[in-house]
């Protein structure tokens, strides 16, 4: 099993223009996540998705999209990117509920917006 | 939002001591998690603490939370130059579904 995979790695990105990061998941989990990392900041939550057509807002979804259409795939997508948007952008997933629950990470993307 | 800190930021020691890296938080989580990253990739989780007081150990490193289940802490003993990393606590907050929250985290270096 691959886990959870992400593309692009790293990306430059002029301000106002748009993109999707990738990610991919073959764990059959219900449960994904989009995150950001900021230096010092830890990890935020940017959107969450329990399920194929189903997404809510985390702590921090301005200036970001995502939809899931399958179980697999829970792509981000940024409109009118602006600089604040700068960090490392991780997706995970989980298989189910309870609090103990693990996340799986993929590697990141590393976004820049210049 | 519940915000949980972690104390100290960074931690640099020598290979052989012993280190001990907090997580508090003024809420109560109905779990923890310890998870640790290396440069250039995602967390990877090392352990999960769900009742208040638990100990858990995980070859040289200690996990507890704490017995009102609002802070929780990590010790490693004899650290190795293969224990560092950036360490992350995350917390489940009660009626979240079990999203979690994350520390800023604490840079470990070891050096041989």
């Known amino acids: 099993n691959a886990g959870v995979t992400q593309t692009p790695k790293f990306r430059i990105l002029k301000i106002g223009q748009s993109m999707t990061l990738q990610c991919t998941q073959d764990?059959?989990?219900?449960?994904m996540y989009w995150y950001r990392q900021d230096p010092g900041m830890g990890l935020k939550l940017i959107y969450y998705s329990v399920g194929a057509g189903i997404t809510d807002k985390g702590e921090v979804p301005n200036g970001y999209n995502v939809s899931r259409s399958t179980t697999e795939d829970f792509p981000l997508r940024l409109e009118l990117a602006a600089p604040s948007q700068t960090s490392v952008y991780f997706c995970?997933?989980?298989?189910?509920?309870?609090?103990?629950?693990?996340?799986?990470f993929g590697p990141g993307t590393r976004l820049t917006v210049t | 939002t519940q915000l949980l800190e972690q104390s100290p930021q960074f931690l640099s020691i020598q290979e052989g001591e012993n280190l001990t890296v907090y997580c508090n938080s003024s809420s109560v989580f109905s779990s923890l998690q310890w998870y640790r990253q290396e440069p250039g990739e995602g967390p990877v989780l090392l352990v999960t603490v769900v009742t208040g007081g638990e100990v858990k150990k995980l070859k040289r490193l200690t996990f507890q939370f704490g017995d009102a289940r609002k802070d929780s802490s990590l010790h490693i003993t004899a650290a190795q130059p293969g224990d560092t990393g950036l360490y992350l606590c995350a917390g489940t907050a009660p009626d979240s579904w079990g999203k979690l929250q994350f520390g800023a985290g604490t840079q470990v270096v070891v050096t041989p």
């Open positions: 764990m059959n989990h219900n449960y």
């Open positions: 995970a997933s989980s298989r189910g509920t309870g609090p103990s629950r693990e996340q799986y």
